[in-house]
């Protein structure tokens, strides 16, 4: 089969590998018809390296067609059209119990202490290989496996692998109270759908921040108040106050992670660390810090005192520098991680098969790509040319 798989930075390429077949009786094979390309996979594309192997198969949002099930697989069947979660849980631990599916038990990676095993998500989550491919092979399939009705378009559906969930429970994380304001930092896939959730929602006011000319105007286009940060100058935090009486919104949403704009020296680490051994960097990685912070400083600047941080954006330093006397002081409540995708879906399932489309879902993707054209999609994706903003491949 055709897949996408990681050779180096920058360098992803379609490859010709062995078809996946079921290995444990809790597996699945799907056929895979679309598959989006995330803001996670540009961390792999540019930072994450030490932890790829040359020919790892990229991708965490897949959708597509049952082939084949194992024996333990009963409530999906060949033939069935089904989301594949990013996230590999159980259903059974004690942490997918307590609705914390990237947390679960039976698949975290011990040798890296991480949590949940991912789809193509490196050795720090398992190695396994993902969903930018024609076939997949899904583990814990017993359980992952969201089965969707015939008819609408994959365009209405594939989401539920990652950015609905992730965008809704940063919102649920930010506990706006209803009618309050939030501000979200970062308006790709994940930032603007989490503005779109926050309205749904009930937030009284959405104020976005980003730097790309389109999506900023994408958000507004539904009614998000925003703000190009490249036109303040270090005076972000005093236009957001002259906005919201002074205090700063109730919650901000980080939804930018660790290669924000506006991080020079966590550039320089992160091309540094991209330059090395992979042993070496790995070094670097776990024991400095090599996160491009200035989103997630900007958010606990931003809040209000007593208000709430969510962050989904992802980083990977060990040893931030924190504004720990700021945070103290603001009493500022911080809550982040990866989505519990699983844990969101009875929510989010009736917002996608409604007809009226409240989530705008269709549409949301700019391209529509042939796997084929994975490399030239991650590039466009990166760089934000061409209006590029969601990728779906179409293996
Ligand atoms: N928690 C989870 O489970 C989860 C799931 C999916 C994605 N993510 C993470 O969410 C983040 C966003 O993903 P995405 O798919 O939307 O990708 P993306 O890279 O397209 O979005 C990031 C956006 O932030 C903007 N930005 C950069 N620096 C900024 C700054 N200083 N201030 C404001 N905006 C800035 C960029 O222009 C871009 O539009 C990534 O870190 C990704 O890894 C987390
Ligand atoms: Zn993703
Ligand atoms: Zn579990």
Redesign the pocket.
Known sequence: MKAVAWHGTHDVRVDTVPDPGIEQPTDAIIRVTSSGI??????LYEVLGPYLDEGDILGHEPMGVVEEVGAEVTHIKPGDRVVIP??ISCGHCYMCSKGLQ?QCETTQVHDHGTGASLLGYTKLYGQVPGGQAEFLRVPQAHYGPIKVPEGPPDDRFVYLS??L??AW??VEYADVPEGETVLV?????????ATRIAQQRGAGRVIG????PE?LQRASSHGVETLD?TAYDGELPAAVRDMTDGRGPIAVID?????????PIGKLAQRLAGMLPDAIARQMVEKAGID?L??LH?ALELVQRGGTVS?????GGAIDPMPMMHMFDKQITLR????N?KRWIDDLLPLVTDDSDPLRVEGFATHHLPIEDAPHAYEI??K?DDGA??VLLRP
């Open positions: 995330c803001g996670s996979d540009l961390h990013f996230n990237s990652d950015v969930p992730t429970q940063a930092l970062g308006l790709g896939p994940i930032g603007e759908m921040v980003d730097l790309v999506r940060i939804a930018v992670g660790m290669e924000a704009h506006g991080a491009r200035s989103a900007a962050l989904s954006g992802v980083y982040m991680g990866q989505a995708v994706f990166q934000k903003f969601k």
